[in-house]
């Protein structure tokens, strides 16, 4: 879907180093998520936001942190504490956050990070 | 717990003849059923979902049926092309400390052969 970028595209980690990959969303989506997907894993959820300035840990938040402050923005930050963060990340958004709707998640093209 | 089963992992098949895939989830509140396709290297891609209120629900050559009872889902292709060929995700919804989330499965890898 054209209206969630992510960058970058590709990105890499030394020891030690806390990265962030962003998610920006033109789509007027109130919820936004991110999924974390590794080789026949699927896609697990790392953190989700239904609306500005809130958030919620998903299946597999350690070592990992976001911000809302916006409401078309939904940074992640990939931190030391994450000790095998290899791994394609997939950031998604919906209109509806609640679950009262069941909206369909619109993705984004992911980023790739890899350890140095 | 939450959990989506899919299965197979890979299926091939000749182009033309049909595919399914299945899935059974563990919660028996999911009333959400998406299911994705995501081609080598890019964006999982909605193509078809269902929700709890209806059994069937019927796009060109796509299909999903959903039985509640027995917790159970499953994507028909039929007359396949070889573009067809990718991951597909099944996934339901389940809800957790008020807010509702996806589950995904595993994914199943699709070869239609030419």
């Known amino acids: 879907d054209g209206g969630i970028t992510q960058s970058p595209k590709y990105l890499f980690r030394k020891e030690g180093q806390n990265v962030t990959l962003s998610c920006e969303q033109n789509?007027?989506?109130?919820?936004m998520y991110w999924y974390r997907q590794d080789p026949g894993q699927g896609l697990r959820l790392i953190y989700y936001?239904?609306?500005?300035?809130?958030?919620q840990k998903g299946d597999i938040a350690e070592g990992y942190s976001v911000s809302r402050e916006k409401k078309e923005s939904f940074p992640l930050t990939v931190t030391s504490a994450q000790k095998n963060p290899t791994a394609f990340y997939l950031c998604?958004?919906?209109?509806?956050?609640?679950?009262?709707?069941?909206?369909?998640?619109?993705f984004g093209d992911g980023t790739r990070l890899s350890i140095l | 717990g939450e959990n989506v089963e899919q299965h197979p992992s890979t299926l091939s098949v000749q182009e033309g003849d049909s595919a399914v895939i299945k899935c059974t989830y563990s919660d028996s509140a999911s009333n959400y059923f998406p299911w994705y396709k995501q081609e080598l290297g890019k964006r999982p891609q909605l193509i078809i979902d269902?929700?709890?209120?209806?059994g069937e629900k019927k796009d060109q050559r796509i299909a999903v049926t959903l039985n509640k009872t027995a917790k159970h889902f499953s994507l028909h292709i039929t007359e396949t092309q070889p573009e067809d060929s990718a991951v597909y995700f099944c996934?339901?919804?389940?809800?957790?400390?008020?807010?509702?989330?996806?589950?995904f499965g595993k994914g199943m890898k699709l070869t239609v052969n030419p």
């Open positions: 789509l007027n989506h109130d919820a």
């Open positions: 998604a958004s919906s209109i509806d956050g609640s679950g009262l709707t069941n909206q369909p998640q619109h």
């Open positions: 936001s239904q609306i500005v300035n809130d958030f």
């Open positions: 269902i929700r709890s209120n209806v």
């Open positions: 996934a339901a919804t389940f809800t957790q400390g008020g807010s509702e989330k996806l589950v």
